[in-house]
């Protein structure tokens, strides 16, 4: 039996099914579909804790005092809460509505940390209420919002600053995050990482324990990441001698990268921790800085390679000389990150996973715009109409950014493991779509 192409970026379960098809997790991928729908997203359970194990794992060989955080907004789901939870990580929010699913889980408030450029006042009191760990701070009237939340409510509320470090990650424009032309985080080549610092501080119901910056996301690269660390420890310097700051946490934020395409890999986990791991001891050394406690904040890279959308072909559209246009049954409603990120994807037959693809194809979604193309010019076999195309990596993102445009249901989201499946999120009726504008009585 000869391999499917795509091995490393497919679930570490992926294979061959005694129907020669794409199975995942021990389940035929056409048997699910069938018992589930079309469209389809498959989370492999195995891989999901395979990846968060190689998280813990490779951090803690290389800085035993480190916090996985897992960035729930790749993927907010109480089952992959729980997961992660079981797994020893930690977990991140940024707005109410992940909060409220952290919550819908039962996850530990201590081990949570809520981050976003611009929470509400409605979003802290939950987070406080809720007796979150950490929150972290990015603008100057959060500051002065969560002191006057954690007042209200008689809390002194930990939180951790999160700072701009004008470092270019060499990701997409759109997603780079620390760069000194970004919405987010206190700059400090700006003075602004300073002055939050010392207004911080000064606040009697908060408690700075340290800092954090996120770079953006994926990061291919590694020294962004020992760059970026070796100034803000040097910023921490500095802002202890000068304010009292005490560095006893310390985020150089998420942004692993994993493989959309077979032929750009990312380093292995433990390579990202070496590189992390290094930094810190050599600037805490430089600076004279003890060294803190560790957190990352993974969201693409423990959920990305365990999710695979699965889509039905409808039309086909051959131009002569130009291009073929295979119509699939979603599209940009429910991955948009081609069309908003230019975002690379391989595409799988699904039907005959390991047959030879001698031809090129434009894969595009169903709604109404020319930029919804989920894949341009992909090699696959002669695609018929009613067989199935399954996108890897698809499971970081594409669903938490879904939307309805054209009034479309989102997908269903099924868990898989040993040759069993279950649904962990149902796909959407019109009942839903409906719901908000006409339940109104
Ligand atoms: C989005 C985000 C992350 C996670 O990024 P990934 O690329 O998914 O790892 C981590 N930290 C912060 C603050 C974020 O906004």
């Known amino acids: 039996m000869s391999k ?20 995942i997790g021990g389940c035929d991928v056409r048997d699910l579909v069938e018992e589930y729908g ?15 194990r190689d998280f813990v794992g490779s951090f803690a060989a290389e800085y035993e005092q480190t916090h996985i955080e897992y960035s729930s907004k790749a993927f907010a789901n109480p089952t992959v809460s729980k997961i992660v939870e079981e797994e020893g990580l930690d977990m991140d929010v940024v707005t109410g509505g992940e909060l409220a699913v952290a919550i819908a889980s039962d996850f530990p408030a201590e081990r949570m940390n809520f981050h976003g450029n611009n929470k509400g ?6 987070a406080l209420q809720y007796g979150i760990g950490l929150i972290t701070l990015d603008s100057f009237a959060e500051i002065d919002l969560l002191n006057d939340v954690a007042g209200e409510l008689g809390v ?21 995050t620390g760069i000194l032309d970004s919405k987010f985080g206190f700059s400090i080549e700006t003075g602004d990482a300073e002055v939050a610092v010392e207004q911080a501080i000064a606040k009697e119901n908060l ?5 954090h910056f996120h770079l953006g996301s994926p990061i291919f690269d590694l020294e962004p990441y020992s760059e970026a660390i070796d100034y803000v420890l040097q910023f921490a310097a500095n802002m202890r001698d000068k304010y009292g700051l005490e560095l006893k946490r310390f985020s150089p934020g998420g942004g692993f990268a994993i493989g959309y395409v077979s032929d750009t890999l990312p380093p292995a986990m433990s390579d ?5 791991a290094v930094a810190i001891r050599k600037g805490c050394d430089a600076y004279g800085l003890d060294e803190p406690i560790l957190s990352v904040e993974p969201g693409r890279a423990i959920v990305g390679r365990a999710g695979v959308a699965v889509y039905t072909v409808g ?10 246009y295979v119509s699939v049954d979603g599209g940009m409603g429910d991955n948009i990150r081609p069309a908003l990120y230019e975002s690379e994807y391989a595409v799988v037959p699904v039907d005959r996973p390991t047959a030879t693809r001698d031809q090129t194809v434009t894969v595009a979604g169903k709604f109404c715009e020319s930029g919804d193309v989920l894949a341009r010019d992909v090699d696959l076999p002669p695609v018929e109409t009613g067989e199935l195309l399954a996108l890897p990596a698809s499971g970081a993102y594409c669903l938490m950014m879904a939307s309805n445009y054209n009034m479309q249901t989102r ?3 099924v868990m898989v493991k040993d040759g069993e499946s279950r649904l962990i999120r149902r796909r959407e009726t019109y009942r839903d779509l409906l719901a908000s504008s006409l339940d109104l009585a």
């Open 4 to 23: 499917i192409p795509e091995s490393e970026i497919l679930p570490i379960t992926a294979g061959v099914s005694d129907a020669g098809r794409l199975s």
């Open 156 to 176: 002194k509320q930990e939180v951790m600053l999160r700072l701009s470090p004008s470092i270019d990650p060499h990701t997409h424009l759109l997603t780079s």
């Open 207 to 211: 408690d700075v324990v340290g800092l």
């Open 121 to 126: 006042r409605e979003e802290l009191t939950e």
């Open 411 to 413: 997908p269903a989201v």
């Open 315 to 324: 039309g086909i559209k051959t131009i002569p000389d130009v291009r073929t």
């Open 38 to 52: 079309s469209p389809l997203y498959i989370y492999d359970e195995e891989t999901l804790r395979d990846i968060c």
């Open 272 to 276: 990202y921790a070496k590189e992390i």
